[in-house]
């Protein structure tokens, strides 16, 4: 007799994954090598950015209350006493009517209070000295660049768990990060079992197929910000997938298999998960595609039985491991992202479970747009390429029209 599972929502099935996802230490790597990766403590500034008065402009620095007499009509004339270009201080007196001549980025010489632009001033020597001519009151504190005005000394510029990105590099940098604390990259494992499996350089043959879920799920594993760890493709045959099973979990720190979850005489991954004792989470939810889907735990580790089936499969990770992996990396955000966009095609199939739709989201006239994209089956991998959301349609609904709102999760969400 077939067994009989029960099946639970998919918000339930989340809320298990995520209760007993584990969370991964906090190392050190060079910033080179940071992108990517998750903050493993918060950011804070540990001195004020701009750290001195800084010149935004090529000009002149002056003290402004020596131009409060100065109009079009009534230029007043300043000896340049001295020149800087940035990374110099000026570290003499600036006297009544002085300038100095400062390049951009340059520290602002003590005493002046305003920057003018080589452009508004009238050059001239005379004597042996140089001037400038100003034709304008400059107000105090003009064409400056104040100390701490970008951040502040003590200031929390990114959180723990922070994505990595490279604004955040330029920050890292900017406080003298060589080495950043991030969170570890779990390593996970990847094993696709079925005896119909044809390796890439292999010729089709009948009844065969080439196994693109495990590189599928290699991508989707490096996108989720993992470390994946290929180990091969079984037939299924109970005794050689265990022992892999087995081995492979004593070295990663999650662990996916793909195919023989469902209930076929040839699907062993129920019976692995029982005679390795690791306890099932869920192996059924109310979804499509990836009902199938199921999550085992053993030792503080999760393993994921993914789908055979391509759709299915890929939905199953973006669902429950992507955030597993994500919670591993102390991630910010470590659930789905999503976003509100309009249907862009009718569509009309009833709904009796949660079903992910992999759709294209673009940008119509100020709206996002989300549209199904070409064939809608578990066992399709032709709809995978283009897709880069899942359009959700609720359990119990039916019918939507083109121009409905509906829900999207982001599959590229970085
Ligand atoms: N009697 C029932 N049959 C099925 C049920 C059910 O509830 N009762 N569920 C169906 C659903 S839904 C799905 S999804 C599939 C799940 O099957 P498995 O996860 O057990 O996967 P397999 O049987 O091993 O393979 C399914 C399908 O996918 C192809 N496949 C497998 N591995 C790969 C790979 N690495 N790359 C590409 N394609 C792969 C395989 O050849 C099969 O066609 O079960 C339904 N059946
Ligand atoms: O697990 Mo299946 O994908 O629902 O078609
Ligand atoms: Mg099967």
Known sequence: MVERRKSIKV???????IKYAPQGSIHYIPIHQSYGHFLGDDLVADHPIPPFDRSPYDGFAVRSKDTE???????????????IGAGSVFTGKVGKMQAVRIMTGAQVPNGCDAVIMFESVKEYEACGKRYIQIKRRLQQGENISFTGEDAKSGEVLAKKGTYISPGIVALLATFGYKQVPTSKKPTVGIIATGSELLELDEEIQPGKIRNSNAYMV?????????????????????????????QALDQVDILITTGGVSVGDYD???????????????????????SVTTVA??????LFGLSGNPSACFVGFELFTRPAIRKFLHAFHPLLKKETAILGADFSKPNPFDRFVRGRLTFHQGKLVATPIGLDKSNVVSSLGAANVFIEFPAGTRGYKQGSEISVILLDDM
């Open 268 to 290: 062993y991954m129920q019976d692995i998960y029982k005679e390795l004792g690791a306890e099932i989470l869920f192996n059924k939810v109310g979804m499509r595609p990836g």
């Open 297 to 302: 735990k053993k030792t503080g580790k999760l």
């Open 11 to 17: 918000n339930e099935a989340l809320k298990r994954v």
């Open 69 to 83: 007499a100065a109009a079009s009509t009534h230029p007043q004339n300043y000896e340049v006493i001295a020149e």
């Open 218 to 246: 290699q991508s989707q594993v490096i996108r989720a910000g993992g470390e994946p760890y290929y180990f091969g493709q079984f037939s299924d045959h109970f005794t050689a997938c265990f022992e892999q099973v087995k």
